[in-house]
């Protein structure tokens, strides 16, 4: 059965509201929006820097939890929107700051309650990959890299559409249960020869509604949780970088029939080392983001 996306669909609309909660975006735009955008401007920076690279640091940060296994944080999510019916990662506003005498530019906005930064997703090698300069100019649609049977009927680098996953309440491909959602794999911000790729997990779940407003097995999930979800999420869609926080290899949301042994079948599963995910469990953690190289 197909869903009806909820009416109103839009950035202040697409979930229904629970009373009294706070909703703000600020200080973050779409791609296509940013062509010029600059703020340049002094604040506070919590970024480290060394000779080998600048934009590294301790950051905070929102991803699906780490559940069993040797990796030890969650995997971080990608905000995203839906362009024209098209999914799209969200990219912070750009601003140049200055400290221990470097002055460099980062990606860094507050978005749903919570700073989201290119520093996000500075591990495993991606900090060198072009796709995360700063710099708004890129290619920010989410495109299919195929993975799962139902991605055959695209080609790869075609921009994955809301309409792709109209089946995504009944969804399944005989691992583990039915109905859970409706995942795909694709790249983001990656467009380009020679371009070093961000794979990107993306997923429909009626889950996602339900984290937002706080129903059923989520009502205890945390109130900045939900809030930064709102404004992360669009259309039941969540996506996260598929990078094992472990050793870096791509982790799979039923990709693997073999998950079924480690209890993960219906979760998301690393098979280099085992390690477990959980989609449905958005929690926040704090990790040492790895320097970008000096340009
Ligand atoms: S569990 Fe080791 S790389 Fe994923």
Redesign the pocket.
């Known amino acids: 059965m197909t869903q009806e996306a909820p009416p109103n669909h839009g950035q202040r609309d697409k979930y229904p509201a629970p009373s009294g909660r706070r909703r703000f975006v600020k200080g973050l735009v779409g791609a296509s929006a940013l062509s010029g955008v600059t703020t340049v401007g002094g604040f506070a920076v919590d970024a480290a820097t060394d000779q080998g690279g600048v934009g590294g640091g301790t950051v905070s940060y929102i991803g699906i939890q780490n559940i069993a296994?040797?990796?030890n944080r969650p995997m971080p999510l990608v905000p995203l929107e839906i362009s024209d019916g098209a999914l799209r990662g969200k990219w912070p506003s750009v601003s140049e700051v200055t400290t221990g005498g470097d002055t460099f530019r980062i990606a860094k906005a507050e978005l749903g309650g919570v700073t989201y930064s290119q520093q996000w997703f500075q591990y495993c090698g991606l900090e060198v990959a072009a796709g995360l300069e700063p710099d708004p100019e890129r290619d920010g649609f989410l495109r299919s890299k195929a993975a799962y049977d139902w991605q055959s009927q695209l080609n790869d680098g075609d921009k994955l559409r809301v309409e792709h996953f109209e089946d995504y309440e009944s969804w399944g491909n005989d691992i583990g249960s039915d109905g859970l959602g409706k995942p795909a794999v694709a790249t983001w911000r990656s467009q380009g020869e020679d371009v070093k790729e961000i794979q990107v997990q993306v997923f429909r779940t009626p889950a996602v509604s339900k984290m937002v407003a706080g129903d059923d097995e989520y009502a205890d999930l945390a109130g900045e949780i939900r809030e930064f979800l709102d404004a992360a999420t669009a259309k039941d869609f969540i996506a996260w970088v598929n990078r094992?926080t472990?050793?870096?290899?791509n982790?799979g949301y039923k990709t693997m029939p073999g998950s079924a042994k480690f209890e993960a079948a219906d979760k998301v599963y690393?098979n280099?080392?085992?390690?477990v995910y959980d989609p449905f469990s958005p929690t926040t953690a704090t990790f040492a983001s790895r320097p970008r190289p000096q340009g």
Do not use: M, N, T
């Not at 472990?246 to 290899?249: E, G, I, Q, R």
């Not at 280099?272 to 390690?275: G, T």
């Open positions: 296994g040797p990796a094992c472990h050793l870096c290899c982790p690393c280099c080392h085992q390690s």
